[in-house]
């Protein structure tokens, strides 16, 4: 969207904390206003400030002066020679540009398997040449059921669909797979610029999936010994050899 130039980041932002808002509930009403201002606070612009201001007032049926008068409140006090008012001596912050977005105190951590899902997911939702490549892929499938069911959806939507943006998109989805898309979209991933890119993410899931296989076919070998199945420990004995030559080829 941003690239599109369709809708911008701070508008998607609060379209996105606007999305499952009860209006006709006041506490829902307040607690949307109270996210919206300490959006606008740190990444508006005065003349976006005034904008934003009066959609929410058209929205919430509040008078737009009431929340201006609000987000003034919210803006740091400062002194005349550029320190805070707090103290003569307190360190100055060094404002940030308009528009970043604060990190995280504390990012997600994902596994390489599911970080390979993330950025392949990513790249199907923008491309559908890549959806038709995976289709055509012998047993492919995303090992994270969420990211299978996403996947699975996206394509029902791009055939019934005459418009297929990822934000008509979301609009379609339960909760839950919003907020997943809605990350997705926001993650700062690199444009897949060639196949090679798609290839290596493939080897990636497959790799993973191979060495799940391995583990359980370890943990079914270990069984067949306990329970003395003789055709169940050939079985798997064979089985674990081949896993593991794969693994050592790839």
Request: glycine share 2%.
């Amino acid at each position: 969207m941003i690239r599109n130039s369709e809708q911008s980041a701070l508008r998607f932002k609060l379209a996105y904390l606007k999305r499952d808002v009860n209006l006709s509930n006041d506490k829902f009403k307040f607690d949307y206003l109270s996210q919206a201002l300490d959006l606008l606070k740190d990444q508006a612009t005065p003349a976006e400030q005034s904008l934003y201001i009066q959609e929410l007032a058209n929205d919430l049926g509040i008078e737009a002066s009431a929340i201006k008068t609000q987000l003034d409140e919210l803006r740091p006090k400062h002194s005349g020679n550029g320190l805070t008012a707090k103290g003569k001596f307190q360190r100055q912050v060094e404002p940030q540009p308009v528009g970043t977005l604060q990190k995280p105190s504390a990012p997600v951590k994902y596994s390489q398997l599911e970080q390979a899902e993330r950025l392949l997911l990513y790249y199907a939702l923008h491309d559908e040449s890549l959806c038709r490549q995976l289709i055509s892929e012998p047993n492919f499938k995303f090992e994270h059921d969420t990211y299978q069911t996403i996947f699975e959806l996206w394509l029902t939507f791009l055939t019934n669909h005459d418009n297929h943006l990822v934000s008509a998109f979301i609009d379609q989805l339960p909760p839950d797979m919003q907020n997943v898309v809605a990350d997705l979209e926001m993650s700062a991933f690199p444009d897949a610029s060639n196949n090679l890119v798609i290839t290596d993410l493939l080897q990636v899931m497959a790799h993973q999936d191979a060495k799940k296989q391995l583990s359980d076919a370890q943990a079914a070998l270990k069984i067949a010994n306990e329970t003395g199945n003789v055709d169940e420990q050939l079985h798997w004995t064979n089985e674990i050899i081949k896993l593991s030559r794969d693994l050592k080829g790839a």
